[in-house]
Antibody, heavy 117, light 108 residues
């Protein structure tokens, strides 16, 4: 069974930093494209970033330059380093597997990031 | 970037009704269109990929269609457990992957 477990969320002040982790199990992590998707309170879904097994990376324009996605294939873990956080980055952040480089077929339960002074 | 729109929103229907949600892309995306269901407080769940392929474990009352710029998600015989928000998502070419704004479905 595929399991994705996010951690590292919390309250941070504007301009601060936070690192999210996503521990994966139940599939071959090293060859799977992974992604982060976020959802602001009461709002829709927004794709944030994707990383292939070999480290090929894409970012949404809304986070480019402030966010770094990475992975540790030896530990089956995905990361999202977020810097210069803004109030509008407040959201639940989901990690997800990307099948065929195209659709999100497994999702974690989400980690809440709140940016507020 | 490719923009996605959905209609209607919200949508209210009776149990047993056939319900159709429409998703439109700002340019042709072939069949690179996926549908998700999200219930309150839960992570999204993949329903349909490649415009019309049913994800394993999804009830057969859900179906998808369309190509190019116009797509549909149909729920045949709406059930109480189908109350949720439904999102389309395009996956044409390289990222960014874009979601539609969502369609909230409830029971009359």
């Amino acid at each position: 069974e595929v399991q994705l477990l996010e951690s590292g969320g919390g309250l941070v002040q504007p301009g601060g930093s936070l690192r999210l982790s996503c521990a994966a199990s139940g599939f071959t992590f090293s060859t799977t494209v992974m992604s982060w998707v976020r959802q602001a309170p009461g709002q829709g879904l927004e794709w944030v970033s994707a990383i292939s097994g070999s480290g090929y990376i894409h970012y949404a324009d809304s986070v480019k330059g402030r966010v770094t996605v990475s992975r540790d294939n030896s530990k089956d873990t995905l990361f999202l380093q977020m810097n210069s956080l803004r109030v509008e980055d407040t959201a639940v952040y989901y990690c997800a597997t990307v099948e065929s480089g195209s659709y999100f077929d497994n999702w974690g339960q989400g980690a809440l990031v709140t940016v507020s002074s | 970037d490719i923009q996605m729109t959905q209609s209607p929103s919200p949508l209210s229907a009776s149990v047993g009704d056939r319900v159709t949600i429409t998703c439109r892309a700002s340019e042709s995306i072939s069949n690179s269109l996926n549908w998700y269901q999200q219930k309150p407080g839960k992570a999204p769940r993949l329903l349909i990929y490649g415009a019309s392929s049913l994800q394993s474990g999804v009830p057969s009352r859900f179906s998808g269609g369309g190509s190019g710029t116009s797509f549909t998600l149909t729920i045949n015989s709406l059930q109480p457990e189908d109350v949720a928000t439904y999102y389309c998502q395009q996956s044409y070419g390289t990222p960014p992957f874009t979601f539609g704004p969502g369609t909230k479905v409830d029971i009359k």
